[in-house]
């Protein structure tokens, strides 16, 4: 089973700084357009360009991170980054009790945070490469999944309370902490790390900035995978800013009860990550990829269905648990198959390559749902996302592509 797994004292390390900043995040839940709606009395459009350009230019600004970190060692990195994160997100809560904060700060940070995350994910990546053995992939990575959906469950109603008893900046201190003692805990890793080899090409050269997204793309497995999930992660991305508006000012639910909303459904995550084992083990990798990357897809439409009150928040409930226990199942056999099938000279940049993906779908397909959000209505926005992602599994690699590039062997790691 997956909690009986034992994986050394250096990635419990690891496994509790991610634990710590992931329940800060999921206090924080959402926080930055509550924020813009709540404090500022933002727009929809403005709260869509929210949760879209900073993003947008939190992926620009990590292109070139990626090869600086490749080569370096990937704590300092990750610490770095913590830092970084720790040091934007508390100017906001300054900013409002000195009475100064405004939407370009909030865009600021938003972008600052999102490089930040790009850095550290690729960097934590590539150490757990390093950390764990090959065989240990899967396990590890069922463990960050199944951390990251138990801390969304017992955030956002816990911040929703917070923000509703404190005020809008609340969790936003306790986001901010989080990345604080996230450091510490990387900071108490014990043992030698080496730094990446190089391949006999300088890393400063101007092609290192791409060598990820060539790898990616050239694999006929992770082609397919990466063009699959920007797309499905970007719809489902786009749809929060469209939520918080529909949610909070059209159908005039409570901030506890939109944090509810996303919370209670997050349980499915902890039995999706818990099952990746055994059902890899049971149905194969491929059976994963094709059913359960389908069974994403089919379920967002739903939210376009939402009404007041109580129907309407089991509504989103269950759309959400039904996109969680799916979604958390099919993540770390992604995360283990791209980690399997990358060499270790390539892991941060291709990382980096596939969350700059991500960002810049998620950042240009938030704004265009806003845009259609203005000029119609969020529930209309809504639909066409939910009707877009029921094409995404025609982007599902078939099983010869996933088996053509057999992983690295395991001396070269």
Request: with cysteine; aromatic share 8%; proline share 6%.
């Amino acid at each position: 089973m997956v909690g009986r797994r034992r994986l050394g004292r250096q990635f419990g390390w690891l496994w509790a700084s991610y634990a710590v900043s992931a329940y800060g995040s999921g206090l924080g839940f959402g926080a930055l357009p509550l924020i813009a709606v709540l404090a500022l009395h933002a727009a929809p459009a403005e709260v869509s360009a929210l949760s879209a350009v900073g993003p947008a230019v939190g992926a620009l600004i990590a292109v070139p991170l990626a090869p600086w970190m490749e080569f370096r060692r990937k704590r300092p990195v990750m610490i770095m980054m913590d830092l970084t994160r720790f040091a934007a997100m508390a100017t906001i809560p300054v900013a409002y009790a000195l009475g100064w904060l405004g939407f370009v700060q909030l865009l600021v940070v938003s972008a600052v945070v999102a490089a930040a995350k790009i850095a550290f994910n690729a960097a934590s990546g590539a150490y757990l490469k390093a950390l764990v053995r090959p065989d240990d992939l899967l396990v590890a990575n069922a463990r960050f999944e199944s951390t990251n959906w138990s801390s969304i469950a017992v955030g956002p109603p816990l911040g929703g309370a917070a923000i509703g008893l404190f005020g809008p900046v609340t969790t936003v201190v306790a986001d901010a902490l989080s990345y604080l003692l996230s450091a510490l805990g990387i900071t108490a890793i014990r043992g030698q790390e080496e730094s990446s080899r190089t391949t006999g090409s300088s890393p400063l050269r101007a092609g290192a900035l791409l060598d990820g997204w060539r790898h990616l793309l050239g694999h006929p497995g992770l082609r397919a995978l990466y063009l699959n999930n920007m797309l499905v992660g970007g719809l489902i991305m786009a749809t929060e800013p469209l939520l918080a508006v529909l949610l909070l000012r059209q159908l005039g639910f409570p901030p506890w009860q939109y944090g509810l909303a996303f919370a209670a459904p997050c349980v499915g995550g902890l039995i999706g990550s818990r099952l990746a084992r055994r059902v890899v083990t049971r149905y194969g990798r491929d059976a994963v990829f094709r059913i359960v990357g389908t069974l994403r897809a089919i379920w967002l439409i739903g939210l376009a269905f939402v009404r007041p009150g109580v129907v309407g928040l089991v509504t989103v409930m269950a759309v959400e648990l039904a996109i969680i226990i799916n979604m958390s199942l099919y993540s770390p056999v992604l995360a283990t198959y791209r980690l399997e099938h990358t060499p270790r000279h390539l892991v941060a940049r291709t990382l980096s390559a596939w969350s700059i993906g991500q960002q810049a779908s998620i950042a240009i397909l938030t704004a265009l749902a806003g845009l259609l959000a203005d000029v119609t209505s969020p529930r209309t926005a809504l639909t066409a996302a939910g009707l877009l992602i029921l094409t995404t599994p025609l982007l599902l690699p078939r099983p010869d592509r996933t088996a053509q590039h057999e992983p690295e062997p395991a001396a070269s790691r």
